[in-house]
């Protein structure tokens, strides 16, 4: 309690000087609302959810949340802030939600950093920028180094321009940047090519259900691959299960948020849970849902072009302000004279510049080459979308939500959007997910030798089975093609239900070939099972006679009849250890191997390979 009272002593002081001039306009309202109510009693209080560093399993800090009285219906955050906005209080309620956030964060003595949700219109608003804030955290013993400005995005941003001063003035003073819900606003992209952000926040619609959403999965990957090159660390929030957690882990993303990690609390744990630790510290990776990118897609930037009528850099102002107002859903005009583009003029660059008193009576007659924004990217009609991809990351990050201009042989064609790369990359990631064996629908090669680079990159130790049907192709001769699908249908069935979905990889090569990359402990368990259940199943596929006799004769193609044994499932089995392959094609070499010697025994066979020592064999 002694840590809280000097918080105590400011409610009374500091606070009331901080909210003073805010709510002071409203004492001419007649009556009092309940939201009024709440504002003049203080009657907020704070909640904070951690932040998971995923490498250290470190929190980093807590995102301050706020809630009206438990009593009330505005005790919602959504209730709470919709009837602001309808009262015109929006201000006066996030001046309070931040002073309360701030004084319960010092008063808790909470480590690391603070989440500090602040929205543009407060962020550009004197009462935040004249350093009121600034006075109010340093009573508070809270340095600004602490603090993260967490813009949230209810409604979109258009003057980009004040937004980019007012954070550089807080950069200034030590603050960092965040952006909230990438994905969800109407301008994020462009707000992270604008502000620059140490932090972005990708919204949870795309975090929940990634363990089995390819798309989502994709737009995550993608999201990470720009980060990294921009310097900014993603966060991802709304991690609600093991298998997102695990997803999230494994594509890169530096930072987690979300009920699995720890719900939003009053007083928060200050360290993860075992059960988040043991994901976090375990060398298994994740099973991706169906198979990553397709990079055998011959894609190219033209797929992506959109034709817009060029303008001349002589062009007057007042022609590109009628352009834009004519077509609401013209983005960007491309400047090009005599066929070599000059740059690009940006619907939002220019609408922010005109919509100040008298800049269309000054420039409206001037040369529109007068706001060309820096110089364009230019991007050959012929460069591959995965190229674009690595191209687009390593250039200024504002041709991202600008766009690019696409040339053919140096001339303009075309104008194309990172928007309109995300949606590419989005559906090559619904070809690659449909990139499988048409019979059984499970991954094929593609996917199967990019699973086993993911466990060799991550150092991961995993069991590698090759499975293989003997004395196939005279059941197929005897039986029927039909009945040989039928029996490969099964078998990949079988093989299924023995892995574990969560650490287990099934793929099905071809014909009656498959592969099971395994991370589960009792995986030996697992698959001698599946040689048991496949000897139930087979039993039904074949004639009595046939079973009675354990076996067949049919005619081979040189005209010599022959007895052929019952089809029984082989599976040779290595265990791979860190640092002793090195390439998928290796460990797809040693598997060959071990299959060739679980044939040789008669049967459903599972054949273990253990290279350091002795071979050992199980035989059914």
């Known amino acids: 309690m002694s840590a809280i009272l000097p918080v105590e002593k400011y409610r009374t002081t500091a606070r009331a000087q901080f909210l003073a001039n805010l709510l002071a306009p409203s004492a001419k309202e007649h009556a009092m609302s309940p939201l009024r109510d709440i504002l003049e009693q203080h009657r907020l209080s704070a909640l904070f959810q951690p932040i998971i560093d995923l490498k250290s399993g470190e929190f980093l800090g807590f995102e301050g949340l706020i809630r009206g009285p438990a009593d009330s219906p505005l005790h919602s955050p959504i209730n709470l802030f919709g009837a602001a906005e309808q009262q015109g209080l929006e201000l006066e309620l996030e001046m309070l939600s931040r002073q309360t956030v701030l004084e319960t964060f010092a008063g808790l003595e909470l480590p690391g950093n603070l989440f500090l949700n602040v929205s543009p219109k407060a962020m550009t608003h004197p009462s935040f920028k004249n350093g009121q804030t600034l006075a109010f955290m340093d009573k508070l013993g809270i340095a600004p180094e602490r603090v993260i400005i967490e813009i949230t995005e209810n409604q979109p941003t258009f003057d980009f321009e004040a937004m980019r001063d007012a954070l550089l003035h807080y950069r200034g003073m030590g603050f960092k940047i965040a952006i909230d819900d990438l994905g969800e606003g109407f301008s994020s992209l462009r707000l992270w090519s604008e502000l620059r952000p140490e932090y972005i926040k990708i919204d949870m619609h795309f975090v929940q259900g990634v363990d089995r959403d390819p798309i989502k999965l994709q737009f995550l990957r993608s999201i990470q691959q720009i980060a990294e090159s921009c310097g900014t660390q993603v966060i991802a929030e709304g991690v609600e299960t093991e298998a997102e957690l695990k997803v999230v882990k494994d594509i ?12 939003p609390s009053p007083t928060p744990p200050l360290m993860a849970s075992s059960e988040t630790n043991r994901i976090i510290n375990s060398s298994n990776i994740a099973i991706f849902p169906k198979t990553e990118l397709n990079r055998r897609s011959q894609a190219t930037a033209h797929k992506l072009l959109t034709y817009v009528e060029p303008a001349h850099p002589d062009t007057h102002n007042d022609i590109i302000c009628d352009r834009f107002h004519a077509n609401p859903a013209l983005h960007v005009i491309p400047v090009v ?10 619907r939002y660059h220019f609408i922010d510049r005109f919509a100040k008193p008298f800049q269309r009576e000054l420039h409206g007659k001037k040369p529109c080459s007068e706001l060309i924004r820096g110089e364009p990217l230019l991007v050959e009609k ?6 674009l991809s690595h191209f687009l990351a390593e250039a200024d990050s504002r041709h991202f939500a600008d766009g690019f201009i696409i040339t053919e042989h140096e001339r303009y064609i075309g104008v194309a959007s990172g928007q309109d790369l995300l949606r590419e990359l989005t559906q090559m990631q619904l070809e690659a997910a449909r990139y499988a064996n048409p019979l059984t629908l499970l991954p094929g090669n593609v996917p199967i030798n990019e699973h086993i ?6 150092n991961t130790s995993f069991v590698a089975c090759y499975c293989d049907l003997d004395h196939f192709k005279p059941f197929n001769d005897t039986y029927s093609y039909r009945k040989g699908d039928e029996m490969i249908q099964i078998t ?10 969560k650490l287990d990889f099934i793929g099905h090569i071809g014909g009656d070939d498959f592969i099971l990359l395994m991370q589960s402990r009792d995986w030996k368990v697992r698959c001698e099972q599946a040689l048991r259940s496949f000897e139930q199943a087979a039993s039904l596929m074949f004639r009595e006679d046939h079973l009675v006799a354990g076996g067949y004769t049919s005619e081979g193609r040189d005209g010599a009849v022959k007895f052929h044994p019952l089809t029984s499932l082989s599976v040779g089995a290595i265990q791979v250890v860190p640092g002793q392959f090195v390439s998928h094609h290796e460990v797809s070499a040693a598997m060959s191997e071990a299959k060739k010697m679980a044939k040789k025994i008669q049967g459903n066979s599972l054949f273990i390979e253990q290279r350091s020592t002795t071979a050992g064999r199980t035989a059914q």
């Open 337 to 346: 004279k005599n066929g070599s583009p000059l740059g690009i003029i940006h």
């Open 453 to 458: 680079e993911r466990l060799l990159h991550a």
């Open 492 to 501: 990949g069935r079988i093989l299924n239900w023995a892995c574990d979905p």
């Open 382 to 387: 012929n460069m591959p979308i995965e190229e």
């Open 252 to 263: 890169g993303i530096a930072l987690g948020q979300g009920y699995f990690i720890a719900r």
